[in-house]
């Protein structure tokens, strides 16, 4: 099995010169190999290949012999990750590659080589780096990336494999539905609501005052530098608040449950609407979803995403009943035909859960099938993991 940890790592002033420049040729040889790619796709109608960017390495450090001083593994890292780009962007999965800014978040890339000992890691060309490691980690280290963050700060994250299988993927168990929403980042089949925490607001205003205070400053002045990062702490806290509360949300709910069933957000389609374009883009749905992804499978858990094809929204879950329309401001609801009166989100929820259970009967394996795989209504979770949760976890119905 496979694990990432991202660990600190303070570099030397001989180090971090030795890093900077590393950072720079990863740089020059990505938008490089970009801007070749984007030539040769207009010229051709076709783009180059992994190899087909590593073929132009060679004559390209003779050109340019400070090229030939990054360490080479470093370069072919970039050709891997542009072509892996460029597949995730044709398969609907990324925005088109981009240019990379020396003003950005730096990055350079170990498929190998790297060493981890007594509190130190070991950098082919840049040598030993002291490095803070929190816990012990298990197997063998493969790819190492090295970056280096907005605010100064230098990471190291490190990829293991322990050897080991990933746990077979089991759907025996209870099953939640979850609908990720704007009123709540994510409501649940059994009731909960999961707000996004409080002092998110409070480091949004920060964010605002700053960022005026930054656009206040003459251009090229010290003064304005230091604005820049400022505002760039106060976006890396942000950051953190929100990966912290998605980490333990994702936990949570996996631990809690055997199979994790989620709506596919059309995201796309709904970033269009500018009404919500902006709540949308800061709720980082994607990231929460691909935790909820790699968390279950790694415990041998069902996560499965369903399409926004039925109304999850406007059919009653009690009697299957559809309403014509559900306009976005009522949060509440009563049946016309069986007069069970609705929550908006947790009906959405467990008409999530009760269709992702529906296509795991039919198209998977005999576990889904009879009436073992369905959990009570109603059951009550914890709250410990989630220092946020709103509302009553009892469906409101009315009887
Ligand atoms: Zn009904």
Known sequence: MRNVAKVRIYPTSEQQIALSKAFGCARWWWNYALSLNNETYKATGKGLSRQGYNDQLPPLKKQFPWLAQCYSQVLQSVSLNLSQA????FEGRSKYPNFKSKHGKQSIQYPQHVRLHDGVIKLPK???VKVKLHRVFDGQLKTVTVSLSKTGKY???????????EPEITSQGKAVGIDLGLTHFAITSDGSKFDNPKHLKKHERNLKRKQRKLSRKQKGSKRRAKARRLVARVHERIANTRKDFHHKLSRKLVNENQVIIVETLA???MVKNHNLAKAISDCGWSEFTRQLEYKAQKNGKTYLEINRFFPS???CHVCLHQVDSLSLEIRSWTCSNCKTHHDRDVNAAINIRDEGLRVLALGTSATAQGGNVRPKRGRKSS??????????PVPLWAG
């Open 86 to 89: 460029f597949i995730n962007f």
């Open 126 to 128: 840049i040598g030993e």
């Open 155 to 165: 990471y190291a994250s490190l990829l293991f494999d322990d050897g080991t299988d």
């Open 267 to 269: 995201v796309k389609n």
């Open 313 to 315: 929204s406007k059919t």
């Open 383 to 392: 709250v410990e993991a989630v220092a946020v949760e709103l509302g009553s």
